[in-house]
């Protein structure tokens, strides 16, 4: 047994549905969880960025006893994951493979759709996990870079006419297409999941990327003996690089409990 944390991080609040997935999934364990939320989003920026952004993100939460890393973010586990993982000498769980699993699980005739961040998309990742996979699966990625600004500004919501005219935009090809499953490879997406829903109909399955690796640092703790213990109640902390009160309010709501003047600001650039 190993009572030592999980650190999680994210760009900003999308990480989130990440820790919501742990805490259903991993209850007794100990999260420390930061957002890069001065320099959100990464999707948009250079390969060579968001690794050097990422290297920061990680040196940071090292600074604390870790057991594992949870990477909850799309965009660097599909452009930074096998360097990261080649930096470190702990365990590291990305969202590409264990979504990717769950995708082949679900579609029935074989046609998956993505849709990401513009750096996830232009990575492959995803379709090359797919097709190492199965390689006669049909994979068809769209970007869709309005999503986490629209996210992080609280529009997510059913009903809100910008995010819906924007999904069914982004969403329309996929559809025409005829994909059954549709990857969701950003973890602020999840948060759309009512809209993207509603957009796609029942004959649409969503396979949601945070949850899924949650599901994957389960079985490698599990593997490698450093669950923490059963009768433990783990315990998280939050840290982020810009202000936290912007960031207490929104995540309050993504969580479903209240944990003003829980988080905490750090200078990321020290690290």
Not at 139 to 154: D, S
């Given at each position: 047994m190993d009572t030592r944390p999980i650190g999680v991080f994210d760009t900003g609040l999308g990480g989130l549905t990440a820790v919501r997935a742990l805490?259903?999934?991993?209850?007794e364990e100990d999260l420390v969880y930061f957002g890069d939320t001065a320099r959100?989003?990464?999707?948009?920026?250079?390969?060579?960025?968001?690794?050097?952004?990422?290297?920061?993100?990680?040196r940071f939460l090292r600074s604390f006893d870790l057991k594992a890393v949870?990477?909850?973010?799309?965009?660097v586990s599909t452009t930074s994951l096998d360097v990261l993982q080649a930096e470190n000498d702990?365990?590291?769980?990305?969202?590409?493979?264990?979504?990717?699993?769950?995708?082949?699980?679900?579609?029935?005739?074989?046609?998956?759709?993505m849709i990401a961040t513009l750096a996830s998309v232009r990575s492959g990742a995803y379709e090359a996990a797919l097709r190492r996979l199965d390689p006669g699966m049909e994979?068809?990625?769209?970007?869709?870079?309005?999503?986490?600004?629209?996210?992080?500004?609280?529009r997510f919501r059913p009903g809100d006419v910008v995010i819906e005219t924007v999904a069914r935009e982004y969403l329309a090809p996929l559809l025409d297409w005829g994909m059954d499953a549709l990857i969701l490879g950003c973890t602020h997406y999840p948060l759309l999941e009512e809209?993207?829903?509603?957009?796609?109909?029942?004959?649409?399955?969503?396979?949601?990327a945070?949850?899924?690796s949650a599901f994957e640092l389960k079985r490698l703790l599990t593997a490698r003996e450093l669950r923490a213990p059963a009768d433990s109640h783990g315990r998280a902390e939050f840290y982020v690089s810009d202000r936290s009160e912007d960031f207490e309010g929104a995540a309050?709501?993504?969580?479903?409990?209240?944990?003003?003047?829980?988080?905490?600001?750090?200078?990321?650039?020290?690290?």
């Open positions: 805490r259903r999934i991993l209850p959100v989003p990464y999707g948009s920026r250079s390969r060579e960025t968001i690794l050097r952004y990422a290297q920061q993100d990680l949870l990477i909850a973010c799309g965009t702990l365990p590291i769980v990305g969202v590409v493979e264990p979504t990717c699993r769950r995708a082949l699980a679900v579609t029935q005739n074989r046609r998956v759709g994979v068809l990625c769209q970007p869709c870079p309005l999503f986490v600004p629209l996210v992080e500004n609280g809209v993207i829903s509603a957009v796609c109909g029942p004959g649409v399955t969503l396979v949601s945070g949850e899924e309050s709501l993504f969580l479903q409990e209240d944990i003003h003047h829980m988080a905490r600001r750090i200078d990321i650039d020290q690290y």
